[in-house]
């Protein structure tokens, strides 16, 4: 008897070990919607690599509709690996997101450009400009 318990134990933190691991994979991917209030389009990004794509809802003659999805174009691809997210602004008529790199602090806007997700240029001010507000430095004479 006491041999079958000790085969149930091994059995069940087996089997929570593949739902941790099945957990991890699916949590691979994060989702955010568009803020605009009257667009149906969600954005997706991959946590680990930083690429981006949207879908949303279309209209279809003679169908309940489609899913048209919006691959990654210029700059929504895969980024240098990293922990990488989406923020939604609060601006009513804004139909982009920003993809979000939570080690660095660096932030692009994502948008779909024709047939396509577009992201622009990361940029980290913490670390290429001077922050707002900072006293210019002063010129020196020769």
């Given at each position: 008897?006491?041999?079958?318990?000790?085969?149930?134990?091994?059995?069940?933190?087996?089997?929570?070990?593949?739902?941790?691991?099945?957990?991890?994979?699916?949590?691979?991917?994060?989702?955010?919607?568009?803020?605009?209030?009257?667009?149906?389009?969600?954005?997706?990004?991959?946590?680990?690599?930083g690429e981006v794509?949207?879908?949303?809802?279309?209209?279809?003659?003679?169908?309940?509709?489609?899913?048209?999805?919006f691959g990654p174009?210029?700059?929504?691809?895969?980024?240098?690996?990293?922990?990488?997210?989406?923020?939604?602004?609060?601006?009513?008529?804004?139909?982009?997101?920003?993809?979000?790199?939570?080690?660095?602090?660096?932030?692009?806007?994502?948008?779909?450009?024709?047939?396509?997700?577009?992201?622009?240029?990361?940029?980290?001010?913490?670390?290429?400009?001077?922050?707002?507000?900072?006293?210019?430095?002063?010129?020196?004479?020769?």
């Amino acid at each position: 008897m006491r041999g079958r318990t000790g085969y149930r134990v091994r059995a069940a933190g087996a089997a929570a070990g593949l739902l941790l691991a099945g957990a991890a994979h699916a949590a691979s991917y994060e989702f955010v919607p568009a803020p605009q209030a009257d667009l149906n389009r969600v954005y997706r990004v991959d946590k680990a690599t930083g690429e981006v794509i949207s879908c949303q809802y279309g209209l279809q003659e003679n169908t309940i509709g489609t899913t048209l999805c919006f691959g990654p174009g210029e700059g929504a691809g895969p980024q240098a690996p990293s922990e990488y997210g989406l923020v939604a602004s609060r601006h009513l008529r804004e139909a982009g997101v920003f993809r979000v790199n939570h080690r660095t602090g660096a932030m692009s806007i994502c948008y779909v450009l024709d047939d396509a997700v577009v992201c622009t240029p990361q940029g980290n001010a913490g670390s290429e400009a001077p922050r707002t507000g900072a006293a210019p430095t002063p010129a020196t004479k020769p």
